[in-house]
């Protein structure tokens, strides 16, 4: 190949899996016959420099350069990575690494449920603890509001959410409400949707842009949960709004957080940190004089979120010895 038939450009990341990348080029560069806007990339090299040992090298809302091949129109090879403003992951199990979920967005849609599937609250600790940890704003998104519900546990926990200062907007994908509220809270944003499977992420797309028509699962009446239907991260770019959908996920793990640092990260935990008899290095489990068991006692913080908080801490314990990524020096 010789060099005049190598171009530069730089581009938006939009999906990708396997090391197969759609990405949207700021500049059009040369096409295929198609004339498709979107470009079709693989890492040169396959592993990109300075993401080696995470589970994907890439997510939707990266920003990367790209080698293009003028006789290849529509096809190029990604040879370096821009610096990101931020990143939402998780904890890969499976991999034992990091999973990349979304680069460079504006807020997190944490979607969930009152019912079908049930409302899981830890499940929303998580996401709070992992956007926390990365300063990503968070807005709690109850869907199928339609569905009679009438448990006082939910109400309660969706009341707290929204005292200790989260957003809380209740939609319905089928009948419409509440989701001019949630078009006018993502408009001109990039955002990333989460949410576990059959809590309606595609349907909510869907309800707010009919035109794209992506496919939706239903409950698996037997288990009450939903089949996965979104199988990777991907961008749906409409007007000058962003919406990064992700898989439906069952269990999410925080990633990149220390055990002892995990009270920095629950915002009404936060505060007491380090005023305890035993300062930091209180368990916040038995010890006298500890400022998170008062609270928790005088009802300033909710004995579930104090729950959640041991289970997570005990998780990021786990995977700290494990992967020794915390191991003092």
């Known amino acids: 190949?010789?060099?005049?038939?190598?171009?530069?450009?730089?581009?938006?990341?939009?999906?990708?899996?396997?090391?197969?990348?759609?990405?949207?080029?700021?500049?059009?560069?040369?096409?295929?016959?198609?004339?498709?806007?979107?470009?079709?990339?693989?890492?040169?090299?396959?592993?990109?420099?300075?993401?080696?040992?995470?589970?994907?090298?890439?997510?939707?809302?990266?920003?990367?350069?790209?080698?293009?091949?003028?006789?290849?129109?529509?096809?190029g090879m990604i040879v370096a990575l821009e610096e990101?403003?931020?990143?939402?992951?998780?904890?890969?199990?499976?991999?034992?690494?990091?999973?990349?979920?979304?680069?460079?967005?504006?807020?997190?849609?944490?979607?969930?449920?009152?019912?079908?599937p049930p409302f899981r609250p830890r499940f929303l600790d998580r996401v709070l603890v992992q956007a926390d940890s990365a300063d990503i704003p968070v807005i709690i998104v109850c869907n199928k509001i339609d569905l009679h519900c009438s448990d006082i546990d939910t109400d309660e926990r969706l009341e707290d959410f929204r005292n200790i200062g989260y957003e809380v907007i209740e939609v319905s994908a089928k009948n419409g409400e509440g989701l001019e509220e949630l078009r006018q809270r993502i408009n001109g944003k990039r955002s990333v949707l989460?949410?576990?499977?059959?809590?309606?992420?595609?349907?909510?797309?869907?309800?707010?842009?009919?035109?794209?028509?992506?496919?939706?699962?239903?409950?698996?009446?037997?288990?009450?949960?939903?089949?996965?239907?979104?199988?990777?991260?991907?961008?749906?770019?409409?007007?000058?709004?962003?919406?990064?959908?992700?898989?439906?996920?069952?269990?999410?793990?925080?990633d990149g957080i220390d055990a002892d640092d995990l009270i920095l990260h629950m915002v009404e935990f936060a505060p007491l940190a380090g005023k305890c008899t035993f300062g930091l290095s209180c368990s916040h489990r038995r010890e006298p004089g500890c400022k998170i068991m008062e609270a928790v006692h005088a009802g300033v913080i909710h004995e579930d979120r104090y729950n959640s908080f041991l289970r997570i801490q005990d998780e990021l314990q786990l995977i700290n010895e494990h992967t020794g990524k915390y191991d003092a020096d």
């Open 1 to 75: 190949m010789k060099n005049e038939e190598i171009m530069y450009i730089t581009g938006l990341v939009l999906s990708g899996s396997k090391n197969i990348f759609t990405i949207r080029p700021d500049s059009p560069g040369p096409r295929s016959p198609a004339t498709s806007p979107h470009i079709e990339c693989r890492i040169k090299g396959k592993i990109l420099k300075g993401m080696e040992g995470f589970y994907n090298a890439l997510a939707p809302g990266d920003r990367v350069k790209i080698e293009i091949d003028t006789a290849q129109p529509g096809m």
């Open 84 to 116: 990101r403003i931020n990143l939402f992951s998780r904890f890969n199990q499976k991999g034992s690494c990091t999973q990349l979920l979304a680069a460079n967005i504006d807020q997190v849609l944490c979607l969930t449920t009152r019912v079908s």
């Open 194 to 254: 989460v949410g576990q499977s059959g809590v309606g992420k595609s349907s909510v797309v869907n309800a707010l842009w009919p035109e794209l028509n992506i496919k939706t699962g239903v409950i698996n009446e037997k288990y009450d949960r939903g089949n996965h239907t979104t199988t990777l991260a991907f961008m749906i770019e409409t007007d000058n709004t962003q919406i990064i959908d992700t898989p439906g996920i069952r269990r999410f793990v925080p």
